[in-house]
């Protein structure tokens, strides 16, 4: 029982470089969501699918692109990455998009920008 | 905008001492969850508490929602080192689609 999938678990990128943070889902869930974590700061939201074919900007979506490909599978792109975006990136998913359901996480990717 | 702030960010005690941890905003949320996180894991839920003054208890652990559901709490009755990592509360916000806003965490630690 996979439940989210995220790959991969660790990079190191240049800056400037750019990269595909992969996350998929197996359990059918209508929305997704990703969030970077640095310390002190929580889990902050950087975009979300409330349904396939549908994405949105959450709080800090500046630097990012996401792709809802299909039910399962939402990716994260960083264009040209810089050291700010230094941080660990999870990926989650909920199964309505009614307020309040449980967000199911996977284990994080830790990205470190040099 | 809307926050939530937890105290305290970290709190180290031996096994066996109880504890509380708060979670406070000036937003009403319709609902809050608390959430905990080990190294190099994903958060996972513990409890939701939807209604104001609304008390759940999961073994030793009491959470409490606000009556005015602007706030929580977390109590742990005689804290063990099994109970080490990161609490984190996250209120459901008012934009729908169950974005949750997160407060920075509480990291525990239970010395045996």
């Known amino acids: 029982n996979a439940g989210v999938t995220q790959t991969p678990k660790f990079q190191v990128l240049k800056t400037g470089q750019s990269m595909t943070l992969q996350c998929a889902q197996d359990?059918?869930?209508?929305?997704m969501y990703w969030y970077r974590q640095d310390p002190g700061m929580g889990l902050r939201l950087i975009y979300y699918?409330?349904?396939?074919?549908?994405?949105d900007k959450g709080e800090v979506p500046n630097g990012y692109n996401v792709s809802r490909l299909n039910k399962r599978e939402f990716s994260l792109r960083l264009e040209s990455a810089a050291p700010s975006q230094t941080s660990v990136y999870f990926c989650?998913?909920?199964?309505?998009?009614?307020?309040?359901?449980?967000?199911?996480f996977g284990a994080g990717t830790r990205l470190s920008v040099l | 905008t809307q926050l939530l702030e937890q105290s305290p960010q970290f709190l180290s005690i031996q096994e066996g001492e109880n504890l509380t941890v708060y979670c406070n905003s000036s937003?009403?949320?319709?609902?809050l969850q608390w959430y905990r996180q080990e190294p190099g894991e994903g958060p996972v839920l513990l409890v939701t508490?939807?209604?104001?003054?609304e008390v759940k208890k999961l073994k030793r652990l009491t959470f409490q929602f606000g009556d005015a559901r602007k706030d929580s709490s977390l109590h742990i009755t005689a804290a063990q080192p099994g109970d080490t990592g990161l609490y984190l509360c996250a209120g459901a916000g008012s934009g729908g689609y169950n974005k949750l806003i997160f407060g920075a965490g509480t990291r525990l630690a239970v010395h045996p």
């Open positions: 508490v939807v209604t104001g003054g």
């Open positions: 359990m059918n869930h209508n929305s």
């Open positions: 989650a998913s909920n199964p309505r998009g009614q307020g309040g359901n449980i967000q199911y």
């Open positions: 699918s409330a349904s396939e074919g549908t994405t």
């Open positions: 937003s009403v949320f319709s609902s």
